[in-house]
């Protein structure tokens, strides 16, 4: 696992090299053989230096976050923790210079060995990346890592890197401090070992370690040190809604840790790790943000025994903001688009908006001009249905009409061969409908893709009646293939994401209804950990579409319609008061030229706000729990069928709280039992909307939970 | 219980609290020296008979540290059995300090004892003395914690203060502190800053804009914006008040308290106290309370710590003659008129800190002189004084002539 090699000038190289991993990671074993490998070199009076090494592409990724999501005892993980902290103190202090031959990427943990060696050498390795990114799991970094960089680089500069996760390449992190050296990645080792003989015996105090030590920049008791705190906690109050422990935590760990010596701060920042793991915030995240996002990434659910569909060439069908942002992503991922639309004007407007997007990427020097030329080749706008042949799938983004959806249908089937994908892009309209206008109903299948394509993360794969378990698995290649996160949904109205986001955007009409005051609605969402407040995002979405859909709606099932909470709302809004959304300048809010928008002032004279106000509590509660009860009902009826799904659905598709972990893990947070009878409480108070299905009272019956732990 | 008289009070001019200021040469412990020497000199004290001086201090640190009370005791030449002690009750401080020396009086456990306070500004800047509540992730968030005056701007949009309001409020001020000094109401307790030489330093508050009108004030930029939007102070208010769709930014430094310089001390004690050392009492104590409140909005804990002290004295609002409220910002005195049904003609009739200036932790005993002068001038009995607190504070006095 690592491997100990001494050579005859007395430096020894432990190289990361674990067998049953493609990349290192931190793990009880791992940490316990690095553990024993620099107890070797440091007794070993033979070395005079050390190089911590990798024999993989990268340096180490990190830790093994499934064994930081089992970790349940807080004696155990203190225990565990100050073990790893006096192994990287042994490594400062025991006398022999170590460098970090930093080849490739190094995160989390394995930046921590890095910071505490006494030298750090990063190969120009322009895809290597180096930071603490612990945060984006709810996590800190537990190695030192709030410790060592703010007295390396000051408590300004330390900041971003521990509180946004931030992670840079070779060069910005020379810039930054946080590598001493970049050279070029043949001579990484021999630098190592040319610094441990020319510079090494003379550098094996870390400057903590030396008396007299000052945090550079000024310490936490400074003018500027105050000044980042008193400004640093606010910012970070009003960015994270006071929902997120891990940051507010590395705060307290800088904050409290700088005061005093290191190795009281590694005990300090020990307990905050302690807390931030064993939060329900992390686990949540560390579940749905890195294992149900992996699992979907990697196709985890896709069917089996279908080989692998490369794409070559594809077909866009409607060149509008949708079917453009398609036709991107997938030009950007080396695909060939043909970007049909009806007139050749439309067509290459199409093509113009992912040339804007290449080039603002060129601007940004995120991209070179040659590669966007390259990339903007790809997209063939034409008017031709004829130009689709050859093409592996199509992905039709009209209007969202059943006649002209399905005269495309037939056109395209008419000229692509018969194994290829006809794929619709529609977000209201069900698919094994829309199928009907298919010749082969089995290879035509639902893709919901997200506004703006090429920043949204989900696409929505809807499964038609007919759909076939191979035209599934080929779908999900694509979404593979594009770089984006699918998951599987089965046919339905409003699909799986559609359906619950419109739950949200319901309960906040029906509290403005019931007189709830505007702003305690919208920042009772916001404060939930919702991206936007109900009734701003019922501008965005437009109130006049939100009418007609409840309309179409009302039309499609007849007597079997039951009318939304927010019906009412709506109509008042659309019929009487002309105040459809943002489109229009005026909604729920005011849209001035200049400045912020504004709820509009004439609200409470439409909805007179009660004598007595819901508690913030309530107000959160029933906006959050109608999206999760909803989700539930999902599962139940099969529309999303495994719950990581659902989570991750939420989380990219509309961004419900990612702290919670998404709709179902907010259940498990709760706890199936109690959710159960809370909403049982809220389904007499408000409706039946929150009544829970089946699918939960069995579950809370049997004591059975979403997930382990 | 006993009861506990009020013997003297004297007060320095305000000095403005920068270096142009007057009194920024003056080391803030001869300031409160100066109080303190005026008390014993003024009423020909034996300060055997004084047990304890408490001055108030807000930033008790550097010179203004190490119990500023005690060392200013041994300064002015006070007996050295008098014992000294700083107490730290933010902008309430010197009222607290005079609540304290009463309280020790009417205990029994002392005979007499000065409150007071002292604060140069000037010389030692608000914040000097660090503190966990906003520099600490951990309390600032669980606390909500914003500056002062975002507190001001949050209670005046909750409470629906406009800025023609409380700028209005800050015009009238002015122009009853210019009144006041013009009739020479303040001369009773002022005393001069003078140097070793006897040469006068500043006789007088020198923070006043008489000139101030609703135009000029409205030229001014409201002080809190880019506080409240780039360091997501108003985010945080608006968390703790979720019903709040956005801060309404109205107090500048034409409708806050000046930051000033000087010293306070008023002189407490029991009857037998007042005939051994000849004194005529002016006032008795009949109550005083200090409580907590909620520390985002902060600053509306005046008026339950004056319902405190009036429960405690068993009387009614309407009970009281004239009221004193430290004047920290315009809305925290309109919001304490609307919640106990003041006039404004029982407020604050001599102007205050929005004139002439709020030196943090003398004031408390500034107004409570001012309110006593104020109270004998115009024949009347009672008075309460009372001001707002940092971290969701109150602090209120009841007096009552004799």
Known sequence: MIDYKLDDDGIATLTWNMADRTMNVLSEASIAAFSEAVMRAIGDGAVKGVIIASAKPDFIAGADLAMLQRSADAALMQANGGAMQALFRAMEKGGKPFVAAINGTALGGGLEICLACHRRIAADNPKALIGLPEVLVGLLPGGGGTQRLPRMIGLRAALPYLLEGRKVDPARALKDGLVDEVVAPGALLQAARAWLLSEGPKAVVQPWDQKGFKLPGGGVNSPAGQQTFIAGNAMLHAKTWGNYPAPRNILSCVYEGCQVDIDTGLRIETRYFINCALSAEAKNMIRSLFFSIGDANKLASRPKGVPTQNYARIGVLGAGMMGAGIAHVAADAGIEVVLLDSSEGAAARGKAHSAALLEKKVQQKRLTPAARDEKLARIHPTVDFADLAGVDLVIEAVFENREIKAEVTRKAEAVIGAGAIFASNTSTLPITGLAQASIRPENFIGLHFFSPVDRMPLVEIIRGKATSDACLARAMDFVKKIRKTPIVVNDSRGFYTSRVFGTYVAEGLALLGEGVAPALIENAGRLAGMPVGPLALADEVSLDLMHKVGRQTRADLGKDYRPGPGDGVTALMVEKLGRIGKKAGKGFYDYPAEGRKLLWAGLKDQFPPAANQPTLAAVKQRLMYVQSVETARCLEERVVMDPRDADVGSILGWGFAPFQGGTVSQIHSIGVARFVAECDHLAQAHGHRFAPPKLLRDMAAAGSAFYPG | ?402
């Not at chain 2, 030692?124 to 520099?135: C, R, Y």
């Open chain 2, 1 to 402: 219980m006993t009861d506990a008289y009020i013997y003297d009070a004297v007060r320095t001019p305000r000095g403005r609290g920068k270096a142009s200021g007057s009194l920024h040469e003056v080391t803030p412990i001869r300031l409160a020296v100066t109080a303190l020497a005026a008390v014993r000199e003024r009423n020909g004290l034996d300060t055997a008979l004084v047990d304890d001086v408490v001055l108030g201090c807000v930033e008790p640190v550097g010179e203004q540290g190490a119990d500023i009370a005690r060392v200013a005791v041994l300064h002015a030449g006070y007996a050295e059995t008098t014992a000294g002690v700083q107490v730290n009750r933010f902008c309430a401080s010197g009222l607290e300090a005079c609540n304290m020396a009463a309280a020790q009086v009417m205990s029994g456990q002392s005979q007499a004892a000065i409150g007071g306070g002292v604060e140069s500004m000037s010389r030692v800047p608000m914040g000097s003395s660090g503190g966990a509540w906003a520099a600490d992730p951990q309390v600032a968030f669980d606390t909500y914690f914003v500056p002062q005056g975002i507190s001001a701007d949050l209670v005046a949009t909750k409470y629906g203060f406009s800025r023609d309001d409380v700028d209005s409020y800050a015009v009238e001020s002015q122009k009853r502190a210019a009144a006041a000094w013009g009739q020479g109401y303040f001369s009773r307790s002022v005393v001069p800053v003078r140097d070793m030489n006897g040469l006068t330093i500043l006789a007088r508050d020198e923070y006043m804009r008489p000139e101030t009108s609703m135009q000029s004030l409205a030229a001014l930029e409201p002080s809190f914006i880019v506080p409240g939007d780039q360091f997501g102070f108003d985010a945080v208010a608006q968390q703790r008040y979720p019903e709040v769709e956005r801060i309404n930014h109205v107090h500048h430094a034409g409708n806050s308290s000046g930051i000033v310089d000087g010293a306070a001390a008023v002189l407490i004690g029991t009857r037998e106290f007042g005939r051994q050392a000849g004194l005529t009492p002016r006032a008795r104590i009949r109550s005083f309370a200090s409580i907590g409140s909620e520390p985002t909005i902060m600053l509306t804990g005046p008026s339950f710590s004056a319902e405190k002290a009036l429960k405690t004295a068993g009387m009614q609002a309407s009970d009281i003659d004239l009221y004193e409220l430290n004047e920290a910002f315009a809305a925290v005195v309109l919001r304490f008129m609307d919640v106990l049904g003041v006039p404004h003609d029982k407020m604050n009739v001599n102007g205050g800190a929005i004139a002439m200036g709020h030196p943090l932790g003398a004031t408390g005993a500034m107004i409570l002189g001012t309110l006593l002068d104020e109270l004998e001038r115009r024949g009347l009995a009672t008075g309460l004084a009372t001001l707002c607190v940092g971290a969701g504070m109150g602090t209120a006095t009841i007096i009552e002539r004799l």
